[in-house]
């Protein structure tokens, strides 16, 4: 079975550019929702035990498990998504070492900030915007619904945004752009993506 980790700060941490309503229901009822009938879902069966990315490698690869890889990719998107914001001052602080990379990638941070956005505002419908790191090289794309890059063994992710509407309906309305520029420039967390990119 798989769990509902805790969200790594309190539901008003993140105000005033997300809000605590849209907090509690996104991870009280969306984050929850596919956690539960995730657990419905391999309920006794033989994947009830395996972890949370095997899970969702071997459903990505079955297209009978389509509801399963949904709601378990969501799962993990939800967990990398919460993981990706922070209001703490020295987590968005981008390390030298990083900021050399975006540098060598976007040609600057500027850049890489405005293709987050413009690649977040470009998906068209629900999906996620990544930035990871592709054999060294630093990339921003997007996956639709609950796609994941996880399930490609070469593509690390460095750092998620969700933009389901459910992320961002409640404080932004249809304003997908407004949000994703509220979160560039106020709660990404820089610290998150040195770790991932080291791991
Ligand atoms: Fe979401």
Redesign the pocket.
Known sequence: MIRLHPLPYDFKALEPYISEKTIRF?YGK??AGYVKTTNNLINQTEMENMDLKNLIVTAASDTVLTKLFNNSAQVWN?QF?WNSLTSDLEKRSISNELKNIIDRDFGSINNCLNQIIEVGINQFGSGWVWLTSEKGTLKITSTTNAQTPITQYSIKPLLCI?V?E??YYLDYQNNRKEYLTQIVNNLLNWNFASQNINN
């Open positions: 996104h969306h984050q939800h998504y969700d389901w459910h992320a």
